[in-house]
């Protein structure tokens, strides 16, 4: 009977070895997986569908804001005097947004609520403008006063809650693309980035340019180990987001390999389809096949992206 006892002891404790290197096992993994430096992203195909419908509506509110015709740079003071009332402010305020005059545009979006305040469609205006401006804050206050004021069950209540959860989601994500920076930039590593250039143009070819700088104590490093891998992203006629053709990465003088070589500069052509606009990009830099630094812009393109094992 004792010898049946030791038995059923000793059993017990090898499953429970056994359960313990289980779950050892998986933290390593999981522990990997958060420390791996060789990961690169990747579109998610699924996620940039759900995105496109919920962007679709924001399209479909700005359709039902009015754009006047004719190509007139028109300045705050001649848009008050050709169009006192509210809802003509808003109408030229959406024409200088579509032209990209942003500020002109929230100058007399603001004039328009002040003449007009319970107007639902100039404080949708309002609240997109912000959000054009990648103004989160101020576009989810917006929205949340469109909430507060706005009918139970109407359209403008439906579009405000669809928008402020989106808002919600991108102030998020943009507070994961600091934390990950600042993990980035509390590290070990040995080249970082220091400032970037950005295209101003849709629709068209044109470069971003990305300065980058060898880290303090780095040594001399080796150029064939430095790695730039870019994915450019365009929003297509059907609202999808979806990769860019994009060039090689083009060193200006070659990658920093150390601290007395200030700041290098690497940049990528991007050419979107006809038809489709800029959308932003995913940078990343890698050296001796690891992780640098990053640059996902705008952040809201985290939504959309998955971390995969570099090819």
Not at 8 to 36: E, M, N, P, S, Y
Not at 54 to 80: C, D, F, H, M, Y
Not at 280 to 286: T, V
């Amino acid at each position: 009977m004792a010898d049946k006892k030791s038995g059923t002891w000793v059993w017990a404790a090898a499953v429970l070895v056994v359960i313990q290197l289980v779950v050892l096992v998986g933290l390593l993994k999981l522990r990997q997986h958060d420390t791996d430096k060789s990961r690169e992203w990747s579109l998610d195909p699924k996620a940039a569908a759900e995105e496109a419908a919920r962007e679709k509506e924001s399209r479909e509110a700005l359709g039902n804001l009015p754009l006047p015709g004719g190509n007139i740079r028109l300045t705050v003071s001649a848009a008050q005097a050709a169009a006192p009332q509210g809802e003509d402010l808003l109408d030229q305020a959406r024409e200088l947004q579509n032209r990209g005059q942003l500020d002109l545009a929230e100058k007399l979006l603001v004039q328009a609520q002040a003449k007009e305040p319970n107007n639902s469609r100039i404080r949708v205006a309002s609240a997109l403008l912000a959000e054009s401006r990648q103004n989160s804050a101020a576009a989810l206050q917006c929205w949340r006063e469109l909430i507060r004021a706005s009918e139970p069950g109407g359209t403008v209540r439906r579009l405000a809650l669809a928008r402020s959860h989106i808002v919600e989601e991108r102030i998020r994500l943009e507070q994961v693309a600091r934390q990950r920076e600042e993990n980035l930039a509390k590290s070990p590593r040995k080249l970082a980035l220091a400032g970037v250039a950005e295209p101003t143009g849709e629709g068209e070819s044109s470069r971003v340019i990305w300065k980058v700088r060898a880290v303090s104590g780095s040594g001399s490093l080796d150029p064939r180990k430095v790695i730039v891998s870019v994915s450019f992203f365009e929003r297509g006629p059907d609202g999808v987001l979806k990769k860019s053709e994009a060039g090689l990465p083009h060193w200006e003088k070659g990658p920093p390999l150390a601290e007395r070589d200030g700041v290098r500069n690497v940049s990528v052509e991007t050419r979107p389809g006809v038809g489709s606009k800029y959308a932003g990009y995913s940078w990343q830099l890698f050296y001796d096949g690891e992780l640098q630094d990053e640059r996902v812009q705008p952040a809201s393109l985290r939504g959309v992206l998955r971390e995969i094992p570099r090819s």
